[in-house]
Structures are given as structure tokens and as C-alpha cells.
């Protein structure tokens, strides 16, 4: 079936670096876009990130560019979110999700998601 | 940045009842790339509804979106004991995309 499994989360001090992962089985990864949106405890959703089916486009909300950084490794079926200079209010958890259109570079709403993977940035 | 508001926040209802909850835009939504998702505690969010009025896969036809532009809503026509949570609305028409600040639906 179609699946998304985060991992990579955990907690982590102010200022150090996090690399999150997303792996992806049941559909043809290198054909979807893909995003990252993240949750803080008891808050709601805010889109992180997406990126284009080959990787070639990259969108970032505005607060986290520069400090975010998404890519993909279609040959692993593998989504991965970089994630430098934490911070407090980085603590959260992390989703990622499938766009559902394919082939392009427009978006289209997010019809898979992963259960999503915690961070905590904390001294 | 287009920033979505919803509301009400909170919407108490029974089962059996109809709920209508609202999403408005600060400036039009292209092509009406606008979606609605279902979040209950603990669990990932659900795609119900995409281009403001079409139902995602396995979604009940009691779910219905509706408008266009800047007013956007999502009606459940009869509210059944699973449909008590928290809904967002998301604009993916234009970067960044944005979600609203969710509508809960609880049991009155």
C-alpha cells in the first residue's frame, strides 16, 4: 500500500543541525512532488517545503529559508528535510506528504502522509 | 502570502447535526487550489476535499466543499460519531502555501 515513514527525529540543542528522512513505498516517487509540514505540540499545521517530482524546484516557507533545506534521492524512493540552526520554536513534528498531482510543476493538495517523526530542540 | 482564516475555531455540534465551517482568503485563490483536511489527536492529517469542491478518494459524499476566490466552505451534512475533529483549510494555488488555523468539531 502506499506509505510514508519519517525518522530522524529526537531531541537536539539550540544552534546543532538535524537531518530528517522520509521513505516512500506503493507509488512511483520520482513521478509526485513532495512536502514537508510540521505541527508543534498542540498548535496547527505550517507547510515547511515542497519539491518538484525530479528535484529541480524547491519552495520553503519564508521563516525557515536559509535554514531549511529540502532534497530527494529518487533512487532510494527517499525525501529528506536539512535542518540547521535550531531552535526553540523548531519543536515539533515533522509530516512529510505526497502531493497528489504528478509530472509537473504545479501542486495540487497532499493526499498521503507519514505519521510524522518528533523533533525537540532543547537545551 | 496569502493567509487563511477560519472559522468559527470552535463548533460544537451533535451527531446528526450539519456543520459548516468557514475558510477566507486575504486575496483571491488561484484556480481554486484550495483543499481541506481532517486531523484527529494523534493521527496524520486526511485529504478530503481539493479544488474547493472535489472529494479526495474514499471521502462520503455528507463532506462537500464549496466557493471560489476568497470564501471558501466546507459542509458536513450530517455529522456522524467519526467526524468529530480538527479541519483545516490549505491554499496550494500560490508559494508559500498556507493553511488555515483549523475549525474543531466537537461533540455538544
Known amino acids: 500500500q502506499v506509505q510514508l515513514v519519517e525518522s530522524g527525529g529526537g531531541v537536539v540543542q539550540p544552534g546543532r543541525s538535524l537531518r530528517l528522512s522520509c521513505a516512500a513505498s506503493g507509488f512511483t516517487f520520482r513521478t509526485y512532488g513532495m512536502h514537508w509540514v510540521r505541527q508543534a505540540p498542540g498548535k496547527g499545521l505550517e507547510w515547511v517545503a515542497v519539491?518538484?517530482?525530479?528535484?529541480?524546484?524547491?519552495y520553503y516557507a519564508d521563516p525557515l529559508k536559509g535554514r531549511f533545506t529540502i532534497s530527494r534521492d529518487n533512487s532510494k524512493n527517499t525525501l529528506y528535510l536539512q535542518m540547521n540552526s535550531l531552535r526553540a520554536e523548531d519543536t515539533a513534528v515533522y509530516h512529510c506528504?505526497?502531493?497528489?498531482?504528478?509530472?509537473?510543476?504545479?501542486?495540487?493538495?497532499?493526499?498521503?502522509w507519514g505519521q510524522g517523526t518528533t523533533v525537540t530542540v532543547s537545551s | 502570502e496569502i493567509v487563511l482564516t477560519q472559522s468559527p475555531s470552535t463548533l460544537s455540534l451533535s451527531p446528526g447535526e450539519r456543520a459548516t465551517l468557514s475558510c477566507r482568503a486575504t486575496q483571491g485563490v488561484s484556480s481554486s487550489y484550495l483543499a481541506w483536511y481532517q486531523q484527529k489527536p494523534g493521527q496524520a492529517p486526511r485529504l478530503l476535499i481539493y479544488g474547493a469542491s472535489s472529494w479526495a478518494t474514499g471521502i462520503p459524499d455528507r463532506f462537500n466543499g464549496s466557493g471560489s476566490g476568497t470564501d471558501f466552505t466546507l459542509t458536513i451534512s450530517r455529522l456522524e460519531p467519526e467526524d468529530f475533529a480538527v479541519y483545516y483549510c490549505q491554499q496550494y494555488g500560490s508559494s508559500p502555501l498556507t493553511f488555515g488555523g483549523g475549525t474543531k468539531v466537537e461533540i455538544k
Open positions: 506528504a505526497k502531493d497528489r498531482g504528478d509530472g509537473d510543476y504545479n501542486y495540487y493538495g497532499m493526499d498521503v
Open positions: 519539491i518538484s517530482y525530479d528535484g529541480s524546484v524547491k
